[in-house]
């Protein structure tokens, strides 16, 4: 595996492929690597003959209030990780690298409507920065797929429409959300819990299991889902940020007869917020 830190040098190597028209497959993280990015890293492997995973904390999705400055950084752990699998570069450039001429008047990607929804809402900027430094990673690495987590679904869903109305030429592949035995969403930010807040936090999933299963019986009352799901993440002693079940194409609103859901919860558990979803069929 080669470690690259620098634009320039990622794209001679890019280069070499495109012009051997050899495939690339992206992985695009934050960093403090745990299996559920090693699961995505798996399926880049499957469809390409290239995997880039890129590690890089990006300030311009972190508010002003918001984690950035204590978001885990492990990267002596995550090299030897990803040295591990099956990848060929590990990508980790600075901030000044990634944004020329500084972050505060640079070029942004912005997805209208769905950014400021759900969690966007509640923390403005967020995915503008987000779909704003995943446009400058396809740029700068080509790749013909780009591998991301269904656990960050509303991230998902945005970066989707972005390829579509951008027409970018890269196919975005969802990997399976990974789960603790607890059915605890595998996040780097759960490492910012001690045991007794982990095994607190396992009450997310029971709240979205408990719901999909409810629909899939047929409830159709999903104002009264959303809510009895947030009381019992309150019961469990955590902050309720939202409960929504939403349409799982474009997270438009569900209707009771809306065939295919999404169920989405985000908390803060001890001060660390965490997200989750599941998909129902009906
Ligand atoms: O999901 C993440 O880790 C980040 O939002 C991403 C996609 C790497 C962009 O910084």
């Not at 002596?76 to 001429?101: E, I, N, W």
């Not at 196919?171 to 607190?200: C, W, Y």
């Not at 660390?272 to 979803?277: E, F, H, Q, S």
Request: with cysteine; charged share 25%.
């Amino acid at each position: 595996m080669h470690e690259i830190a620098t634009v320039a040098e990622l794209r001679e190597r890019v280069e070499a492929w495109l012009e051997a028209g050899d495939s690339i497959a992206l992985v695009p993280t934050m960093g403090n690597l745990h299996k559920g990015h090693m699961s995505l890293v798996e399926l880049a492997a499957q469809h390409a003959e290239h995997v880039i995973v890129s590690i890089f904390v990006n300030p311009t999705q972190f508010g002003p209030t918001e984690d950035f400055a204590e978001y885990p950084r492990t990267p002596v752990m995550d090299s030897r990780r990803l040295a591990r699998a099956k990848v060929d570069v590990l990508f980790a450039p600075t901030v000044d690298d990634m944004y020329p001429g500084g972050t505060e008047f640079a070029c942004k990607v912005i997805v209208p409507g769905l950014s400021d929804d759900l969690c966007g809402a509640r923390r403005q900027g967020h995915f503008a920065g987000v779909t704003s430094v995943v446009a400058r990673l396809f740029n700068i690495c080509a790749p013909t797929v780009a591998v991301f987590g269904q656990k960050d679904y509303q991230q998902l869903v945005l970066l989707r429409r972005m390829v579509r109305d951008l027409h970018m030429p890269v196919q975005i592949l969802a990997g399976a959300t990974q789960r603790a035995d607890s059915g605890l969403a595998l996040s780097s930010r759960n490492s910012r819990l001690d045991d007794a807040e982990v095994a607190r936090a396992a009450a997310i999933y029971a709240a979205l299991d408990r719901t999909r299963t409810a629909l899939e019986e047929g409830a159709e009352d999903l104002d009264g889902l959303e809510q009895q799901a947030a009381a019992a993440l309150e019961a469990a002693g955590l902050d309720t940020d939202y409960v929504a079940i939403r349409r799982a194409g474009d997270l438009g609103p569900a209707q009771s007869d809306t065939p295919r859901l999404v169920v989405l919860a985000a908390a803060w558990c001890a001060g660390v917020r965490l997200i989750d979803n599941v998909l129902v069929e009906r």
